[in-house]
């Protein structure tokens, strides 16, 4: 059984945590406030907040990420115009992660999903799917194992480079629904 830490506690959270569970994996919550004192229990991290509170986690946490799995879900957009990317051109939030804390093994999930098409695990017709971007293999085989036990499909995207690619995704996406082109229960799905 792999054990999960996740960080945060919004819809986003919750909805990777129930996925997780109906999967049979252990999964712990670390709320705001918890931040730094909670200890990180999970082999898997997941990083369920929003990009701007990534900086503080890392400080608290830096030493009790080595070894661990630490899965980003942010996209890294401006907030206040939902304009761009707030990474450096060609570079991804993934990747600024995996500087910081370079005996991880960072891997990007869960940026492309909204909550409610992993709570529903539907995207229209077709089985919710998480594309998966990270350099070490076995890390990218134990959350595409553990999403797929949990009812999902699950796509190893490549190389933690692809991220670039998985953040420019998520940021379209929001873009629509912000600007109410697609509703927070739509999204993209993927045809096999």
């Known amino acids: 059984m792999t054990t999960f830490t996740i960080i945060g506690t919004g819809n986003m959270a919750n909805a990777i945590g129930g996925v997780l569970a109906d999967g049979g994996s252990s999964v712990t919550y670390v709320a705001k406030e918890q931040v730094g004192t909670a200890p990180i229990d999970g082999d898997v991290v997941v990083l ?87 350099d070490s293999a076995e890390a990218k085989a134990t959350l595409v194992a553990a999403v797929e036990k949990g009812g999902l499909e699950a796509i190893d995207a490549g190389s933690l480079a692809r991220a670039h690619e998985l953040e420019a995704i998520g940021f379209a996406q929001l873009t629509l629904a912000v600007s109410e082109k697609i509703g927070w229960t739509g999204g993209f799905g993927i045809s096999r």
């Not at 115009?81 to 992660?97: C, N, Q, Y």
């Not at 995996?98 to 991880?104: C, D, L, S």
């Open 48 to 134: 369920a907040v929003p990009f701007p509170a990534v900086d503080s986690i890392l400080d608290a946490y830096a030493d009790a990420f080595a070894g661990k799995v630490v899965v980003d879900i942010t996209n890294p957009l401006n907030f206040e115009t939902f304009d761009s990317l707030v990474v450096p051109a060609g570079s991804s939030a993934a990747a600024e992660i995996q500087a910081r804390i370079p005996a991880a093994h960072v891997v990007k999930a869960f940026n492309t999903n909204f909550a409610a098409t992993l709570g529903a695990k539907k995207v229209g017709e077709l089985t919710t799917t998480v594309l998966v971007a990270g």
